[in-house]
């Protein structure tokens, strides 16, 4: 993981973290994919131990949110769209 990166989402299932990394990466963004240790052994759901943070390099933002937003993912709030 080279260069500096910054947190688009956090989530609490690791799931969901890879849902939206998956979009990210098919529209070239790269990303990474963080969480505590104990979430990934116990899968924890509430607290901050169950927080996934999915990453972007900086300045990657916008793009990402761009692309999220084009998807089922992401409405204008950033929540996931309701069928």
Do not use: C, H
């Amino acid at each position: 993981m080279d260069g500096e990166w910054e947190v688009l989402r956090v989530v609490t299932q690791r799931y969901e973290a890879d849902l939206i990394a998956a979009v990210l990466e098919a529209n070239g963004i790269p990303t990474y994919i963080k969480s505590e240790g104990a979430n990934e052994w116990y899968r924890f759901t509430v607290g901050l131990i169950a927080e996934v943070r999915i990453m972007v390099p900086k300045g990657q933002t916008e793009a990402a949110e761009a692309a999220l937003k084009a998807s089922a993912l992401g409405g204008e709030s950033g929540e996931p769209s309701q069928p």
